[in-house]
């Protein structure tokens, strides 16, 4: 029989007509029902830490402000991308720092990475090198800390032994030693007979980022900004894909500050410099294509994404207003998974936190990528983590097909609202900068430092009060883990190594004519000016260090007053120092421990048991979770048997005023120094539960890190 019900393949689909359309109000109105009396605007709207109010579902009338929503990618004002064809013609730069302290050792896996994807070296120096101090100068714990010891021409040389600079990018996070650093960069192309017009990267130049890390500069601000002029103008005319400035938000984004502000602040940042670089002569059309932006994304997926679209939108206004072309307008973007939101504790997470970051950055439109490894936080990172942190960019690429498609997200829009959003209030903010005497004026007062603070807090509040989860800290908490090992952080030895290693570089020719006319072009920088990066390349030819470099660079020169940094936090810190200070009560031999004292069948019990099992695994705690009792005497008992030092009643609100009297003093008779804790916070029944002996109430509006530590050391467990 035949089957007058299927449509014929001839009919079109019509479901516009056959289905009527839903209106924002019907589908408002059928959400209201189904909350049975709760507000709408309480339990559907999200407030951001950035002051934006997120709606549940969004619609096209929510686009009647965006001013951007008809541009193309390729097109000004960039909030798509600057690539007409994204990434089709040329795919991010997979930019993994490359862990290292010896040359030989950095150069070896460096080698490895390229090898294995890797088509930008993201080079972090120690604190020595940043600062600008030879090994043999500095002083105990800065050589080989967390980055690569470069102190003569000979260790940069063997650090990129073998390595192509014309095919593969060069990242140099060098703090504030970026000119002698360029210097011997330049000295070794010389060297190598390599065209400094194929060298791309970035010699990042930044002063202003480390005044917000550190507090203070080595050298004064204006001559910072001198060399800058400098480097920019010799940049531009010898090695014109060799970037010069890198403006950081990891400052920002890392002590716990908005997207807003990390936007606001990094856009002042790099305003700040152009105002500079123009006072001394260079035009901005000179001196924005030498900038580059290094964005901190986190795992607010949609916010970040909106961040990255709304910096080249800014970028590109802000360059227009000052003249600047078309091509002067573009950003180069770069983007490193954030620190503040990974762990110790259940550290592998973080491989998930990465990926989500990471594909943020590249559906943001990233020029260059740095995935930090799941373990960065915890220890330097070893070869797998590492592996696995480029990998998963890679996959990213070529198992995703990321960089098949062109701003994924453009047209969203949920998307284009956030985008304009977090646009429109970051300009306003850094309109306030501005109105402050910019962002230097506002640091010496101290009012970006604490506003981010001030979110901060928020935050932190946020993650003690377990309103903002992380897994495996204060949600999903595995007590039994056992920790990473930690690599030894003793870099005594190495520090040793590489102080006899330069004074005997420096020692080596003392006396002869190639020591002589190293010291005659030292004379020659010392008394440079106009040309000084000129002549610090040709001393760096003639065998001077770094720190040499350096100290002729500043000899004229002495720090500006310091300022307040920022404090560089992680959100899991404070519930990651109980769980250590229940692990060290542990090693001595008594883990503290909870008994959950359920009253009751399964049904009346259960939901406040699990909660309390879930909320007290979070310090490491031992936790009995008992079977329910009827018969309150017998409950106590095992309780008070369990050597539990705090007992946490769980039943109902119903049953708790004729069980909780009965319940404390059952345990008080046999254990008075126990603490009786009960699950819920009946507010009617306070006084009386406390009147009646209970200790402590355990509930979800609790401020866990606060309300534990103060348990812990009730029981002489302190942090």
Known sequence: MQNTSVRSQDVPLRLREEFPATTYEQWKKTVEAELKGAPFDKKLLTKTYEGITLQPIYCQKDLTQVAHLNSFPGFAPYVRGDKAAGYLTKSWDVSQEIVGACPSEFNAVARAAISRGLTAINLVVDQATRKGVDPDKALTGGVGERGLSVATLDDLDKALDGIDLSKVALFVRSGAAAIPFAALLAALCKKRNINLAEVRGCIEMNPIGVMVLEGQLPHSLNSGYDKMAQFMTWASTHAPRLQTVCVHSRSWHEAGGSAVQELAFTLATAVEYLREMNRRGLDVNLAAPRIRFAMTVGSNFFMEIAKLRATRMLWAQVIAALGGSAEAQKLALHVRTAQWNKTVLDPYVNLLRTTVEAFAGAMGGCDSLQVGAFDEVIRTPDELSQRLACNTQIILQKECDLDKVMDPTGGAWYVEHLTDQVARLAWALFQDIEKRGGIVKALREGFPQAEVAKVAVEKLKSVAQRRDVIVGINQYANPKEKPL????????????????????????????????????????????????????????????????????????????????????????????KLRAAVDAAAARGARPKVYLANMGPLAQHKARADFCRGFFAIAGMEIVYAAGGNVVEEVAKKAVESKAQFIVLCSTDETYPALVPEFVKAVKTLAPERLVILAGYPAEQIEAHKNAGVDEFVHVRVNAVEFLANLLNKIGVTL
């Open 485 to 576: 090992a930690r690599n030894s952080a003793d870099t005594t030895v190495f520090e040793r190594q590489r102080h006899d290693q330069v004074k005997a570089y420096r020692t080596a020719g003392a006396g002869g004519h190639e020591h002589y006319t190293m010291l005659k072009k030292l004379e020659i920088l010392l008394k440079a000016d106009k040309n000084a990066f000129d002549a610090c390349v040709e001393a760096a030819e003639a065998g001077a260090t770094l720190g040499e470099l350096t100290r002729c660079l500043r000899a004229k020169d002495k720090p500006d007053a310091p300022i307040t940094p920022v404090i560089l936090r992680r959100a899991a810190m404070e519930v990651e």
